[in-house]
């Protein structure tokens, strides 16, 4: 802890050193025009502005060393090189003309590259993006991704599965801090908003290296929106409404920065009803929630530090049958009513050719989960008297539930985590960081039932990773040494250790075809709720048991990608085959206690095999049209050849969609999209198949000046065809229950 509290008081003090600046212009590579408003970027340090319109810039307060500079705009292909600062000459840099979309720089691999320079394949999407295809949920957003689906109770909870593995095996981050919400309970979510998120990374297959337990499956990273450029400042006001829930969110965010301080503000509410089948609202589907975020950066010549804090605030209603039909927005019973707190702090020294880069997190997680059986007095009396008042009154009634409820589970987890990385200088072809990740986490209850104890949990790990670029191939390579200790409150203590190691190489195989080879080892310890549960789980309706003795899950995971890119057409295809030893999961023994069927934590090694293949169409002239197609597939089996549970069905994509821009009216687009999911007949044996269906949706938008600002409209509908159907991974299959019917959504973006 001394150390630690050492390196806070050294990373806050700035090094001071001659402040450095670049200037340059961009240009046509054709034409030798201008180019105005383009982005140019220094990913390492967070810094960026746009060109003039006559195609200059200027970056002040830069610290000694090298750098990558990325420069981008709509219509060009993304240049990306390292420069050395201070820089002796003017940066002139000549764009070429590309239909193919701008790439983008990706965060959650250690050195910062374009994906097109990634050895690791990373999938990102923006968030704007994802809402414009009319997502509810951030959870539901992710589903758009390739290889990425969700296991879902109605609309408000979600958890995000990468190629057939989620909870404790897929790792959040948020703000840069790895986010804990007691991610062991299918019917925990996200427990994130996703207003202020600007981007969503998706790394597949183990991560183990990067991040350490818990990261076996893979990671989902939430970039949060970034600071305004210097100098300038920034406001936004967003509505949107959805029809079939009758719900609504809106948020608010404020943005300014000077050349050195920057700060942001963003604040947002949404309320949903019970959505809508073609046969009947499923009741208790509703969700209230409530979310802030806030920032501030500081940065000089050698020295850079920001600071990020989110509170959301959710009550979420659990489904359970088909009750009483109303349209109120407050949840009945049973219901979750959460709070997360998340405090992040990044911070970065720059010295001649090298820097230090500190992440710290503190999560403050409280969970409270109120079910039928604790009313008091005549609570269902007046629950059900609450149908008939109007939603005027739902503020009211959260009062009073409140007064007269207790939680009959109420939990607290406290989780502090750091991350120390040290970017060595470059020696000749190889850029080497050597790192430290740690967590220290308190689970403490406070209701009247537990589903884990109270227990203190510890992480220590340490890697160390290289990126070697040859002029015809690029290989990373790295290994990494992780303990976790656990100690349960008038309990056992249990230690657990791994050794892991990854190897990639991405090159050329031809002039317009890359490949990629990743070899990775993985792992991922035992949660509390797997090696402690004796009782019932209200939200599965199951009496779970864990097992003291379990092992680590311990995998490999071999992962090849051929990709093809010109500037009319992309094609790829991704194949992976994972080996996971000792897999965890539950297992029904056939008999019932107190009327709830018995379920077992027990161990078996599985493989889980399958990919991805992807195609993207943009004839020239006719740059404005894309047609992209996808499909996906995984399966899952244990070493008898059983099948594995919560494995998503296979599902084809296929959409187009058109981008154009005229005088009175930017970024107008439009896109019609074909989802089928194909039936899923391979279940493990406490699973049912489940049939296949087609989801048709559609969308369109654009930006228009309004009082000298810019006002984003969006209109997007989803199943459109009402189709009544039921995913695979729905927690409500069990009860028959439909997943959502047609929905329309309107959103509104003003920018001031």
């Known amino acids: ?68 500079i990325v420069c981008s705009i709509i219509g060009y292909e993304t240049y990306s090189n390292t420069i050395s600062i201070p820089a002796t000459e003017s940066l002139d840099i000549s764009l070429s003309a590309s239909a193919i979309e701008m790439e983008e720089i990706i965060i959650s691999t ?66 840069g801090v790895r986010l804990e919400n007691q991610q062991f309970g299918d019917e925990h979510g996200l427990g994130l908003n996703s207003s202020g998120v600007e981007s969503v990374e ?14 076996l499956g893979g990671v989902l990273y939430i970039n949060p929106e970034k600071f305004a450029q210097a ?34 503000i963003r604040g947002s509410v949404t309320e949903h009803s019970d959505y809508d089948t073609e046969d009947y609202r499923v009741t208790n589907s509703r969700f209230k929630e409530q979310d802030f975020k806030s920032g501030i950066g500081y940065q000089s010549t050698q020295f850079k530090t920001e600071f990020r804090y989110n509170m959301n605030h959710s009550k979420l209603g659990i489904p359970e049958t088909i009750g009483a039909q109303n349209t109120n927005k407050t949840p009945e019973l049973p219901y979750q009513d959460i709070t997360n707190h998340v405090f992040s702090s990044k911070s970065n020294i720059y010295f001649d050719k090298s820097n230090l880069e500190v992440n710290l997190g503190y999560i403050y997680n409280d969970r409270k989960e109120f079910e039928e059986h604790h009313h008091h007095g005549e609570e269902d009396h007046d629950h059900e008297e609450d149908h008939d008042h109007e939603e005027d009154h739902d503020h009211e009634e959260d009062h009073d539930h409140e007064d007269a409820l207790e939680a009959a589970l109420h939990m607290k987890l406290k989780t502090f985590n750091y991350d120390l990385k040290y970017h060595l200088p470059v020696y000749g072809k190889f850029e080497t960081i050597v790192g430290t990740q740690g967590m220290n986490q308190v689970n403490t209850n406070y209701g009247e039932e537990q589903l884990i104890p109270d227990a203190t949990t510890n992480d220590f790990g340490l890697f160390v990773m290289s990126h070697i670029h040859f002029e015809n191939a690029d290989i990373q390579i790295g290994a990494r040494f992780d ?83 010109n500037e009319h057409v992309e094609f790829y295809v991704n194949g992976f085959y994972n080996l996971v030893n000792d897999y965890i999961f539950l297992q029904p023994d056939g008999t019932f206690i107190d009327g709830t069927p018995v379920y077992s934590y027990v161990q078996e ?66 896109f019609v999209k074909l989802q089928s999911t194909f039936a899923q007949n391979h279940v493990s044996l406490n699973e049912t198949k489940t049939d296949g269906y087609n989801l048709l949706s559609a969308g369109f938008g654009a930006t228009l000046p309004v ?44 920018n001031l």
Do not use: C
Not at 202 to 215: E, F, Q, R, T, W
Not at 617 to 644: A, I, M, R
Not at 724 to 748: A, D, F, T
């Open 707 to 750: 009082l000298n600002n810019n006002l984003s409209i969006a209109v997007s509908g989803s199943n459109l065809t009402n189709k009544q159907y039921i995913n695979h991974l729905s927690r409500l299959k069990s009860e028959g229950i439909y997943n959502m019917g047609r929905n329309i959504s309107v959103s509104l973006t003003y």
């Open 1 to 68: 802890m001394k150390t630690i509290l050492y390196l806070l008081f050294f990373v806050s003090i700035p090094v001071i050193q001659a402040q450095n600046s670049i200037q340059g212009s961009l240009t046509d590579s054709q034409t030798n025009e201008p180019i105005a408003f383009a982005s140019i970027y220094i990913p390492q340090l967070e810094k960026g502005t746009i060109t003039n319109e006559q195609g200059t810039f200027t970056l002040h307060n830069l610290p000694t060393g090298h750098y990558k």
């Open 483 to 565: 303990n976790r200790n656990i100690q349960v409150v008038n309990g056992f203590t249990k230690d657990f250790s791994s050794f892991n190691g990854a190897l990639g190489v991405k090159t050329k195989l031809f002039d317009k075809i890359t490949a990629r080879l990743n070899l990775a080892s993985g792992f991922r310890a035992p949660n509390l709720a797997e090696l402690t549960s004796y009782g019932t789980h209200e939200g599965t309706n199951r009496f779970e048991i864990g097992d003291e003795n379990l092992n680590n899950e311990q995998n490999f995971q071999t992962d090849v990608s051929l990709e093809f890119k």
């Open 110 to 175: 250690p050195f910062h590259k374009l994906q097109s320079e990634n050895v690791m394949k990373v999938e990102q999407e923006k968030m704007s993006d994802l809402k414009a295809k009319g997502a509810v949920t951030l959870a539901e957003g992710i589903t758009n991704i390739a290889g990425v689906e969700s296991i879902s109770t109605g609309l408000s909870i979600g958890k995000p599965v990468i190629r057939g593995l989620s909870s404790n095996r897929v790792l959040v981050y948020t703000q």
């Open 605 to 670: 090694d599985a493989s889980l095999y399958g990919g991805e293949i992807g195609f993207h169409f943009h004839p020239h002239p006719l740059d404005w049209l894309h047609v992209e197609s996808s499909f996906e597939t995984v399966t899952g089996k244990q070493t008898n050849d059983t099948y594995l549970p919560l494995i998503p069905a296979n599902t084809l994509n296929n959409t187009l969609r058109v981008e154009l821009d005229s005088k009175w009216m930017e970024q107008l687009y439009g």
């Open 231 to 264: 100098n300038t400042n920034e406001a936004d006001l967003e509505a949107t409404y959805f029809g079939n829930t009758l719900g609504y969110s809106g948020n608010v965010g404020y943005k300014e920065s000077s050349d050195k301080w920057k700060f942001l």
């Open 202 to 215: 998706v790394i597949k297959g183990p991560a183990s290296l990067l991040y350490g337990s818990d990261a």
